[in-house]
């Protein structure tokens, strides 16, 4: 079956001019299939079926417990992860450990070696604390690129490592140096290398989709040879010890805004030590590729439901939308400053992020459209109607309408009980439910039930012509009356 990185590779010879033919001979397929997935890259690949072992969920964890303890012991690994829930035996741990220090290489000395313009970036992630937002606190990461030949640097801070945010970042990088370059050098993150076995690395399928645009070749560095991606290595040191101490962030974006002035002042205009030159005069974006036109969109994509109260969940957080996208799918496209919802490729709304949690974000348009809304629903002739039975009535619709309940459906099964009831027992199940904040029709009706279990009642007299029993009277306001009997009796008092 055809592989993601060898759908890789026919691009990037494609790139180098190679015809389809040469391409075909060169990777050991057919012509045919090389012509189909130069002309859809995006067709899926089958997945081949490999056998699975019980040691596959545990692989990384002892890859790492191999890098920072390199003489460990099959029998301490096997009872450190039969505590996380291995079930195997200690032979086949025995053998993958075998495999690892086999592949495992001994220190060496190395010589430095220097790119050529715009052949070579380096990347890499640095942890840098945390930001805080009102009562929350959100990690702040930062992914270092560095053009190897120039040794300019680009920084961009996130609150995330997801695979889209790596994206982010990488394309902000290739506008800021103005090109991309032929090959990028990636550690073992697990948005770029999924699983490696000594020279044998298997990358993101993911990360491939998005280097294969750019005609990017992935190099994926050995394990523990720091020597490789020294660059970047370097450059989070001097990020870390130059730019950070002593500087105080009001947000993510004020980050990125100070990082980026210091870019420009300070990192990239400063004499390197190791070429001599400024990395800004010592780049050189004729010799970088031009970036696609158009471009394709990373931003952060998921797709979700819109909930009663007109809003969406993304990120810890509600985002409004409008109130007839009610019980629709829609989808959700976010960068680090902005929230974009949209319904069949048409933006419906747009929100600026917000980095706390459990906060509801909204828009004063989406509430006026809600408020409108309802106001449309409480002119309703059989809401009015169930409004005419006192203020507990109108103070429950209030209720209703807050809690997202459909009020002409909840107010027509309302109504309904009101016949089969009598309105002084609905009302007073319409009491109970207020005191005890039960909002929906289906409380009401249980109220009904339990008080019917000690009364009898009975229904009201059906007559032939249906549309006479179908016809509903506001009840009336018996203050009104109150104040013409005091009206007429203080008339009587006076003596005329």
Request: proline share 4%.
């Given at each position: 079956?055809?592989?993601?990185?060898?759908?890789f590779e026919?691009?990037?010879l494609?790139?180098?001019?190679?015809?389809?033919?040469?391409?075909?001979?060169?990777?050991?397929?057919?012509?045919?299939?090389?012509?189909?997935?130069?002309?859809?890259?995006?067709i899926?690949?089958?997945?081949?079926?490999?056998?699975?072992?019980?040691?596959?969920?545990?692989?990384?964890?002892?890859?790492?417990?191999?890098?920072?303890?390199?003489?460990?012991?099959?029998?301490?690994?096997l009872?450190?992860?039969?505590?996380?829930?291995?079930?195997?035996?200690?032979?086949?741990?025995?053998?993958?450990?075998?495999?690892?220090?086999?592949?495992?290489?001994?220190?060496?000395a190395?010589?430095?070696?220097?790119?050529?313009?715009?052949?070579?970036?380096?990347?890499?992630?640095?942890?840098?604390?945390?930001?805080?937002?009102?009562?929350?606190?959100?990690?702040?990461?930062?992914?270092?690129?560095i053009?190897?030949?120039?040794?300019?640097?680009?920084?961009?801070?996130?609150?995330?490592?997801?695979?889209?945010?790596?994206?982010?970042?990488?394309?902000?990088?290739?506008?800021y140096?103005?090109?991309?370059?032929?090959?990028?050098?990636?550690?073992?993150?697990?948005?770029?290398?999924?699983?490696?076995?000594?020279?044998?690395?298997?990358?993101?399928?993911?990360?491939?989709?998005?280097?294969?645009p750019?005609?990017?070749?992935?190099?994926?560095?050995?394990?523990?040879?720091?020597?490789?991606?020294?660059?970047?290595?370097?450059?989070?040191?001097?990020?870390?010890?130059?730019?950070?101490?002593?500087?105080?962030?009001?947000?993510?974006?004020?980050?990125?805004?100070?990082?980026?002035?210091?870019?420009?002042?300070?990192?990239?205009?400063?004499?390197?030590?190791?070429?001599?030159?400024?990395?800004?005069?010592?780049?050189?974006?004729?010799?970088?590729?031009?970036?696609?036109?158009?471009?394709?969109?990373?931003?952060?994509?998921?797709?979700?439901?819109?909930?009663k109260?007109?809003?969406?969940?993304?990120?810890?957080?509600?985002?409004?939308?409008?109130?007839?996208?009610?019980?629709?799918?829609?989808?959700?496209k976010?960068?680090?400053?902005?929230?974009?919802?949209?319904h069949?490729?048409?933006?419906?709304?747009?929100?600026?992020?917000?980095?706390?949690?459990?906060?509801?974000?909204?828009?004063?348009?989406?509430?006026?459209?809600?408020?409108?809304?309802?106001?449309?629903?409480?002119?309703?002739?059989?809401?009015?109607?169930?409004?005419s039975l006192?203020?507990?009535?109108?103070?429950?619709?209030?209720?209703?309408?807050?809690?997202?309940?459909?009020?002409?459906?909840?107010?027509?099964?309302?109504?309904?009980?009101?016949?089969?009831?009598?309105?002084?027992?609905?009302?007073?199940?319409?009491?109970?439910?207020?005191k005890?904040?039960?909002?929906?029709?289906?409380?009401?009706?249980?109220?009904?039930?339990?008080?019917?279990?000690?009364?009898?009642?009975?229904?009201?007299?059906?007559?032939?012509?249906?549309?006479?029993?179908?016809?509903?009277?506001?009840?009336?306001?018996?203050?009104?009356?109150?104040?013409?009997?005091?009206?007429?009796?203080?008339?009587?008092?006076?003596?005329?």
């Amino acid at each position: 079956m055809i592989s993601k990185l060898q759908i890789f590779e026919m691009h990037r010879l494609k790139g180098m001019g190679f015809s389809n033919r040469m391409i075909a001979g060169t990777l050991g397929l057919d012509r045919a299939t090389v012509s189909k997935y130069i002309k859809e890259p995006d067709i899926l690949p089958q997945n081949n079926v490999q056998r699975s072992s019980k040691l596959d969920p545990y692989r990384l964890i002892i890859k790492e417990m191999v890098e920072q303890y390199p003489k460990i012991k099959a029998p301490v690994v096997l009872r450190h992860i039969k505590e996380k829930g291995f079930e195997g035996e200690v032979t086949i741990v025995r053998d993958y450990l075998r495999t690892l220090k086999r592949d495992a290489t001994t220190r060496q000395a190395f010589i430095r070696f220097e790119s050529d313009a715009g052949q070579q970036m380096q990347i890499d992630w640095g942890h840098f604390g945390s930001l805080i937002y009102g009562g929350t606190s959100r990690k702040l990461y930062a992914l270092a690129v560095i053009e190897s030949h120039s040794r300019m640097l680009h920084v961009s801070f996130t609150h995330s490592q997801k695979q889209a945010v790596l994206h982010q970042c990488l394309v902000d990088a290739f506008r800021y140096f103005g090109g991309t370059p032929k090959e990028i050098v990636v550690d073992n993150m697990l948005t770029a290398v999924t699983d490696r076995a000594g020279a044998i690395i298997r990358f993101n399928d993911a990360f491939l989709d998005f280097l294969r645009p750019f005609g990017i070749t992935p190099v994926a560095c050995n394990v523990r040879a720091p020597h490789e991606k020294g660059k970047i290595e370097n450059s989070i040191k001097y990020l870390r010890n130059n730019f950070w101490p002593l500087r105080e962030f009001e947000d993510l974006d004020d980050a990125q805004n100070q990082v980026l002035a210091w870019l420009d002042i300070t990192a990239n205009k400063r004499k390197h030590q190791t070429t001599g030159q400024a990395p800004a005069h010592r780049l050189r974006p004729d010799a970088l590729r031009s970036l696609p036109n158009p471009m394709a969109d990373f931003r952060e994509i998921e797709t979700l439901q819109v909930y009663k109260d007109f809003g969406i969940r993304f990120d810890a957080n509600v985002y409004t939308v409008p109130p007839r996208m009610v019980g629709k799918t829609v989808t959700v496209k976010a960068d680090r400053k902005t929230v974009s919802i949209y319904h069949k490729d048409k933006v419906v709304a747009a929100h600026k992020r917000c980095w706390q949690r459990r906060k509801r974000i909204e828009l004063e348009s989406h509430k006026e459209q809600v408020r409108k809304l309802r106001k449309k629903v409480m002119m309703d002739k059989e809401v009015s109607v169930f409004m005419s039975l006192g203020q507990d009535a109108v103070d429950y619709l209030e209720k209703l309408a807050d809690a997202s309940q459909p009020l002409k459906k909840t107010v027509k099964g309302l109504l309904l009980l009101q016949d089969s009831h009598g309105s002084p027992a609905l009302m007073c199940a319409v009491k109970k439910a207020l005191k005890h904040k039960l909002y929906g029709l289906d409380y009401i009706q249980n109220l009904l039930d339990q008080e019917k279990a000690h009364k009898v009642m009975h229904m009201p007299v059906s007559l032939k012509n249906d549309k006479l029993n179908d016809i509903r009277l506001t009840s009336p306001n018996l203050a009104e009356y109150d104040a013409i009997a005091m009206k007429r009796r203080g008339y009587n008092e006076s003596g005329n």
